[in-house]
């Protein structure tokens, strides 16, 4: 399972996410993971831990922008991030700011 680069868990809101990321952040080259339409309303903390993660899907979680200072220090840990999907999550301008400032060399897309 080393080599495992891209991977898609969208829509599947009944898995226990924080086990999971956990288990994936020993998966050296995983460097694109899709957890959109999840229902998610904490980031696992276990993303950090992905050292090699490149994209990360996170549209349309809405509840995430709800505690965005949360949101923000999970994916500022994440340094190899360089594309960030948060379209559809509910965002003002004021925390899409936030979420630039806290990010600046990441390509994020919002809605």
Same mark, same amino acid.
């Given at each position: 399972? !080393?080599?495992?680069?891209?991977?898609?868990?969208?829509? /599947?809101?009944?898995?226990?996410? /924080?086990?999971?990321? %956990?288990? @994936?952040? %020993?998966?050296?080259?995983?460097?694109?993971?899709?957890?959109? #339409?999840?229902?998610?309303?904490?980031?696992?903390? $276990?993303? $950090?831990?992905?050292? !090699?993660?490149?994209?990360?899907?996170?549209?349309?979680?809405? %509840? @995430?922008?709800?505690?965005?200072?949360?949101?923000? $220090?999970?994916?500022? !840990?994440?340094?190899?991030?360089?594309?960030?999907?948060?379209?559809? #999550?509910?965002?003002?301008?004021?925390?899409?700011?936030?979420?630039?400032? $806290?990010?600046?060399?990441? %390509?994020?897309?919002?809605?």
């Amino acid at each position: 399972m !080393q080599s495992l680069t891209v991977l898609s868990l969208n829509t /599947n809101p009944d898995l226990d996410f /924080n086990s999971i990321v %956990e288990q @994936l952040s %020993e998966i050296r080259g995983l460097k694109e993971l899709d957890l959109s #339409n999840n229902n998610l309303t904490k980031l696992p903390t $276990a993303l $950090a831990k992905m050292l !090699q993660l490149e994209v990360l899907g996170l549209y349309r979680n809405t %509840e @995430l922008a709800s505690d965005l200072i949360y949101t923000a $220090a999970t994916l500022v !840990q994440i340094y190899s991030l360089k594309k960030l999907d948060f379209r559809y #999550n509910t965002t003002t301008e004021a925390q899409r700011e936030i979420i630039r400032m $806290a990010l600046p060399r990441v %390509e994020i897309e919002f809605d």
